[in-house]
């Protein structure tokens, strides 16, 4: 009996992600004019509203956004650092019934699936309360390898210092 | 006895290739090359252009480079000799004014050839793992090739004509960035009227255009003949004018 009660309920939490002592209801949705198979280099939008539907004004709420890369064996929290300047919103006070709405651009930097989900808290409530995610794949595109270019780069330019070098030691007659 | 030709086009080309100096320019140039291509895998915004677009920015900044070198050679061909005191033995030497022209294109062509060699392992650094690699290296030496020496044969001339370097040197510098403009102004240039009758009869546009259309576009040959015969009367218009100068010269 126990085992049912347990799984309608973490049925209804999967099918209605916002619990039921959450203040705030975040959605998550992806820009219409997003590429639909974007590759390395896009860019990304994703919309997102945030609502108090509580019965008290919610203080000190603050909204960000994370990344979570779920490719096999390479399952991570991406750090945002190049893929967004936009990475978190805050409101001082958002009064009952109220919403908030974000955009959310994204520059997409490394090949891979992704999930991106919306979190937020407000000082009255004790948990993170989060948006539903929205996985979308980045493409792989041929860009420049640093492994080729480093040797080059500063293999060329130290070949000529070394024969100007060379040439003024020959002519001082050090190398005969 | 060896053709006088040879003899300046071998005195031109040792100055540039032995001395300190020459090499120093090269090392100059190199390291532009590399700061550019360190720039593009430590950039984030540069980093993530596609593969095809960086070799032809390279190919854009390699067209650019040796232009400028053939804009220094150029003016230093005759006004340096003037500025020197060796002008007049060399226009003393049996020799006609033409020959010693001919001579200095020699120099010219032999500081492009290695600044193009030089520009190779950049060009492939960038390109190896994207398309169109070797139509880089061909198109580069294809399309560059007229622009770079005809920018030297028209500083050739210029420096015929005037008295001093420093002034050669400004008219040239402006000559080119006048006509390397397109590299900095990209695609936006050919919206307005003005600008593709620019684009149609500027050299360098000819030869950024030959690039982007065979690297990025992947088209033949076929195609960029308008652009080749564009650049191909810009060395011969060039080259005729130095010759005409050096007859005309200043003492």
């Not at chain 1, 100007?164 to 002519?171: A, D, P, S």
């Not at chain 2, 900044?61 to 005191?85: F, K, M, P, Q, Y």
């Not at chain 2, 290695?114 to 398309?131: E, I, K």
Request: net charge positive.
């Amino acid at each position: 009996m126990f085992k049912i009660f347990v799984t309608v309920l973490f049925l209804l939490a999967a099918a209605n992600p916002v619990l039921a002592n959450d203040t705030l209801e975040i959605s998550l949705q992806p820009d219409p004019a997003n590429p639909p198979s974007p590759q390395m280099g896009d860019w990304l939008k994703f919309h997102s509203k945030i609502e108090n539907h509580s019965s008290n004004d919610a203080h000190g709420v603050v909204a960000w956004i994370s990344l979570i890369q779920v490719d096999p064996g390479k399952e991570q929290p991406v750090d945002l650092e190049d893929w967004s300047a936009h990475k978190a919103v805050t409101r001082s006070v958002l009064p009952v019934a109220q919403q908030v709405g974000v955009e959310w651009p994204m520059r997409l930097i490394q090949a891979g699936s992704y999930r991106v989900v919306i979190s937020a808290v407000d000082r009255e409530t004790a948990h993170v309360m989060t948006s539903p995610f929205i996985g979308f794949q980045v493409r792989q595109m041929p860009v420049v390898e640093s492994g080729r270019i480093l040797p080059v780069a500063f293999g060329v330019p130290s070949l000529l210092l070394i024969l100007i070098i060379w040439r003024r030691y020959r002519h001082r007659g050090i190398f005969g | 006895m060896t053709n006088p030709i040879i003899l300046i086009a071998r005195k031109e080309s040792g100055e540039l290739l032995l001395s300190g100096r020459g090499i120093t320019w090269l090392l100059a140039l190199s390291i532009v090359m590399s700061v550019l291509s360190l720039l593009l895998v430590s950039n984030t915004e540069l980093s993530l252009l596609d593969n095809a677009s960086v070799v032809y920015m390279v190919m854009g900044t390699v067209t650019a480079l040796g232009s400028l070198l053939a804009v220094v050679l150029g003016t230093d061909a005759i006004a340096g000799e003037r500025e020197r005191g060796s002008l007049w033995p060399l226009l003393l030497a049996p020799v006609t004014p033409s020959q010693i022209v001919l001579g200095k294109m020699g120099g010219q062509t032999a500081g492009w050839i290695v600044m193009y060699l030089l520009s190779l392992p950049y060009v492939w650094a960038v390109g190896s793992s994207g398309q169109n690699l070797a139509q880089a290296v061909i198109y580069l030496a294809l399309f560059a090739t007229p622009v770079v020496l005809g920018f030297g044969f028209f500083c050739i001339g210029l420096s015929a004509r005037v008295h001093h370097v420093r002034t050669a040197l400004l008219t040239g510098l402006i000559t080119l960035m006048l006509l390397a403009s397109p590299l900095l102004l990209g695609p936006s240039l050919r919206q307005s009227g003005i600008g593709k009758l620019f684009d149609a009869v500027n050299p360098f546009s000819a030869a950024l255009n030959t690039f982007d259309s065979v690297v990025i576009d992947s088209q033949t040959l076929a195609v960029q003949s308008s652009r080749l015969v564009v650049t191909l009367v810009w060395l011969v218009t060039t080259a005729l004018f130095a010759m005409r100068s050096m007859r005309k010269i200043k003492i």
